[in-house]
């Protein structure tokens, strides 16, 4: 479900906790989903400004796929 025109609506909850593409430590972060290495699997959650990177990364993708 999306906002028309707009972002899609967040239904994720931000809780304190440590980001896991910075390392910052006791920051508001949102669980973006599970992780997969090859030790197993773990919660891969980010902060803010490490999501707005992230968020970027994931337009770009969907454009390219969008264009492929
Ligand atoms: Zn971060």
New binding site residues.
């Given amino acids: 479900m999306t906002k028309r025109g707009g972002r899609p609506v967040q239904h994720r909850t931000w809780v304190v906790g440590e980001?896991w593409?910075?390392d910052?430590i006791g920051?508001p972060v949102l669980w973006l989903g599970p992780v997969q290495t090859d030790l197993g699997t773990g919660p891969f959650q980010?902060?803010e400004?490490?999501i707005l990177r992230l968020e970027a990364k994931v337009y770009a993708y969907a454009e390219q796929r969008d264009t492929a």
């Fill in positions: 980001c593409r910075c910052r920051v980010a902060c400004p490490c």
